[in-house]
T-cell receptor, first 118, second 109 residues
Framework: GAVVSQHPSWVICKSGTSVKIECRSL??????MFWYRQFPKQSLMLMAT?????????EQGVEKDKFLINHASLTLSTLTVTSAHPEDSSFYIC??????????????FGPGTRLTVT | KQEVTQIPAALSVPEGENLVLNCSFT??????LQWFRQDPGKGLTSLLL?????REQTSGRLNASLDKSSGRSTLYIAASQPGDSATYLC????????FGAGTTVTVRA
């Protein structure tokens, strides 16, 4: 149980275009999802916290107009990288948080999306 | 702000040796602590989760301890195998996860 999927697993786009990444919790409901970015040989950095039905909370230094997050349902959150530039090339990972039970606040991670902007 | 530190940054051992990975954190007000494994270019695989009220968790050859008061956790991997080669990440949770930089492990056959 507690499976999280991401789509696409990798994407190449041209500079100036927008890319949407989907994060789905397949077998549980998640009121909260998180988006992380990981640069090569570095750890995960939290970009934003996404709550179902409300606006996302962005970490300091993350441009909310560039990284649009929508959490329209309890099983789906999307991250759209708008007007992508080569410096946005990175590994984007989402996670979904359980809403209760013995493993409250445990986050389950998706497999990641490799974005390359040319 | 929570700071998570992992020592060592890299570790290379011969097959069969036990592995000891250390994690320290500055703010003890946490919900839980998780250990993850990450293979190159891949996502995270959760290994163990220790709730703040627990002292340790075990799964197969893996054992993780938590000393919340001193802000420390240790991951032990017994009888290492080449397939254990990966980066191991420690993360503490208090509304959001704070990750350490990871320990990259190489187990030599």
């Amino acid at each position: 149980g507690a499976v999280v999927s991401q789509h696409p697993s990798w994407v190449i786009c041209k500079s100036g275009t927008s890319v949407k990444i989907e994060c789905r919790s397949l077998d549980f409901q998640a009121t909260t999802m998180f988006w992380y970015r990981q640069f090569p040989k570095q750890s995960l950095m939290l970009m934003a916290t996404s709550n179902e039905g409300s606006k996302a909370t962005y970490e300091q230094g993350v441009e909310k107009d560039k990284f649009l997050i929508n959490h329209a349902s309890l099983t789906l959150s999307t991250l759209t990288v708008t007007s992508a530039h080569p410096e946005d090339s990175s590994f984007y990972i989402c996670s979904a948080q359980t809403t209760g039970g013995t493993n409250s606040y445990e986050q389950y991670f998706g497999p990641g999306t490799r974005l390359t902007v040319t | 702000k929570q700071e998570v530190t992992q020592i060592p940054a890299a570790l290379s051992v011969p097959e069969g040796e036990n592995l000891v990975l250390n994690c320290s954190f500055t703010d003890s007000a946490i919900y839980n602590l998780q250990w993850f494994r990450q293979d190159p270019g891949k996502g995270l695989t959760s290994l163990l989760l220790i709730q703040s009220s627990q002292r340790e968790q075990t799964s197969g050859r893996l054992n993780a301890s938590l000393d919340k008061s001193s802000g420390r956790s240790t991951l032990y991997i017994a009888a290492s195998q080449p397939g254990d080669s990966a980066t191991y990440l420690c993360a503490v949770s208090a509304h959001k996860l704070s990750f350490g930089a990871g320990t990259t492990v190489t187990v030599r056959a």
